[in-house]
């Protein structure tokens, strides 16, 4: 049987020498899509127009079903013991409902905790009724849902996550993964303000900021962690983002009890290494590999001899974690908590168990 993908002695030596005594034995990963390639509507070229989504992450896997995942995390993880939090990918067409359902039937079936997908256009009856129908334990969503009529550039969170969803989650103390809009990401003054808001407002939910704010290069901080030094609960995790510098200014920021391990699976199997070119990032990835990618600002390509060196994005994620940590005098225990007590806490607080 072919194997999902490759790892080759480049990625074996690169987590054996770096990551595998880091890592504890158990990890949870608070951030990974489930979905199947059958719940799709056939491809086809899409009009032209604003754009709210980077389209290279496609190029990494067709899909990413339980089996893939639970496969994924032997070949990468062969001495840790890896549980998941699971949630849909974006939908396309009218297929949240077969995505959301897909995910509760794998969630229960792999005994893993699991989040709706939702909809701005869903009441807070009808979104706390699909939650406890599915046995999700929150939600997550994303700036693609927010209404058609808005500019990508002015989407804000409530556009996708409105008041009457919140005020459901944080009766129930659910967990909101939360993706921020705008291109001025975490440092945007909007979306702090907002964040700030929601802490305030909603103090029982449980908000993740998912990738550090998408606070991918040092430019996208701005004062940000100035401002979030002054909450007390909202989480953040660092799901698909390299930047040992912003790690380091989150954990001086925040401290390691309110910061969360995440993956983004599929699209952390790409094999890559990420630079910044001006105010923006670059994968760099072997040419040829992921295919055309000229033109996609977000992607470059390296041949011989520097492509052969390149590993997972998923351990370059974890490694630059690791020189943050090291920097910041992390202990065992505060590792510990980041990739496992943490979101254990969290998971039993939510599911009552």
């Given at each position: 049987?072919?194997?999902?993908?490759?790892?080759?002695?480049?990625?074996?030596?690169?987590?054996?020498?770096?990551l595998?005594?880091?890592?504890?034995?158990?990890?949870?990963?608070?951030?990974?899509?489930?979905?199947r390639a059958?719940?799709?509507?056939?491809?086809?070229?899409?009009?032209?127009?604003e754009?709210?989504?980077?389209?290279?992450?496609?190029?990494?896997?067709?899909?990413?079903?339980?089996e893939?995942?639970?496969?994924?995390?032997?070949?990468?993880?062969?001495?840790?013991?890896v549980?998941?939090?699971?949630?849909?990918?974006?939908?396309?067409?009218?297929?949240?409902?077969?995505?959301?359902?897909?995910?509760?039937?794998?969630?229960?079936k792999?005994?893993?905790?699991?989040?709706?997908?939702?909809?701005?256009?869903?009441?807070?009856?009808?979104?706390?009724?699909?939650?406890?129908?599915?046995?999700?334990i929150?939600?997550?969503?994303?700036?693609?849902?927010?209404?058609s009529?808005?500019?990508?550039?002015?989407?804000?969170?409530?556009?996708?996550?409105?008041?009457?969803?919140?005020?459901?989650?944080?009766?129930?103390?659910?967990?909101?993964?939360?993706?921020?809009?705008?291109?001025?990401?975490?440092r945007?003054?909007?979306n702090?303000?907002?964040?700030?808001?929601?802490?305030?407002?909603?103090?029982r939910?449980?908000?993740?900021?998912?990738?550090?704010?998408?606070?991918?290069?040092?430019?996208?901080?701005?004062n940000?962690?100035?401002?979030?030094?002054?909450?007390?609960?909202?989480?953040?995790?660092?799901?698909?983002?390299?930047?040992?510098?912003?790690?380091?200014?989150?954990?001086?920021?925040?401290?390691?009890?309110?910061?969360?391990?995440?993956?983004?699976?599929?699209?952390?199997?790409?094999?890559?290494?990420?630079?910044?070119?001006?105010?923006?990032?670059?994968?760099?990835?072997?040419?040829?590999?992921?295919?055309?990618v000229?033109?996609?600002?977000?992607?470059?390509?390296?041949?011989?001899?520097?492509?052969?060196?390149?590993?997972?994005?998923?351990?370059?994620?974890?490694?630059?974690?690791?020189?943050a940590a090291?920097?910041?005098?992390?202990?065992r225990?505060?590792?510990?908590?980041?990739?496992?007590?943490?979101?254990?806490e969290?998971?039993?607080a939510?599911?009552?168990?």
């Amino acid at each position: 049987m072919k194997p999902l993908f490759e790892v080759k002695p480049v990625d074996r030596e690169f987590y054996e020498t770096r990551l595998r005594d880091f890592l504890p034995p158990r990890i949870i990963d608070i951030h990974t899509h489930l979905w199947r390639a059958a719940d799709f509507p056939a491809k086809k070229k899409k009009p032209a127009g604003e754009q709210r989504t980077v389209t290279w992450p496609a190029r990494v896997a067709k899909d990413n079903p339980a089996e893939d995942l639970r496969e994924t995390y032997r070949l990468m993880f062969p001495r840790q013991q890896v549980t998941p939090l699971v949630f849909a990918t974006l939908p396309e067409g009218n297929n949240l409902d077969v995505q959301n359902r897909y995910v509760a039937a794998s969630a229960r079936k792999q005994e893993w905790p699991a989040l709706i997908f939702s909809h701005p256009s869903w009441s807070g009856k009808e979104i706390e009724r699909r939650i406890r129908t599915g046995g999700f334990i929150g939600a997550k969503s994303y700036l693609s849902v927010a209404p058609s009529c808005l500019p990508a550039k002015e989407i804000r969170i409530y556009d996708y996550f409105p008041h009457h969803q919140l005020e459901v989650y944080n009766r129930n103390g659910w967990i909101v993964m939360l993706h921020i809009p705008r291109d001025g990401r975490i440092r945007d003054p909007v979306n702090l303000a907002q964040l700030m808001e929601i802490e305030e407002k909603y103090p029982r939910l449980k908000l993740i900021v998912a990738h550090v704010g998408r606070a991918y290069c040092d430019h996208d901080i701005g004062n940000a962690f100035d401002v979030l030094a002054k909450s007390r609960r909202m989480f953040f995790d660092f799901s698909a983002n390299t930047n040992d510098h912003v790690f380091e200014r989150l954990i001086r920021c925040v401290g390691p009890k309110r910061i969360l391990f995440g993956s983004d699976m599929p699209i952390t199997r790409m094999r890559m290494r990420r630079i910044t070119e001006g105010d923006h990032y670059v994968n760099l990835v072997p040419r040829g590999l992921y295919g055309d990618v000229s033109g996609d600002k977000n992607m470059g390509e390296v041949d011989g001899a520097e492509a052969s060196r390149l590993t997972f994005f998923l351990y370059e994620e974890i490694d630059a974690f690791r020189r943050a940590a090291e920097r910041a005098k992390l202990g065992r225990k505060d590792i510990e908590r980041v990739f496992y007590r943490n979101a254990l806490e969290m998971v039993e607080a939510v599911s009552g168990k």
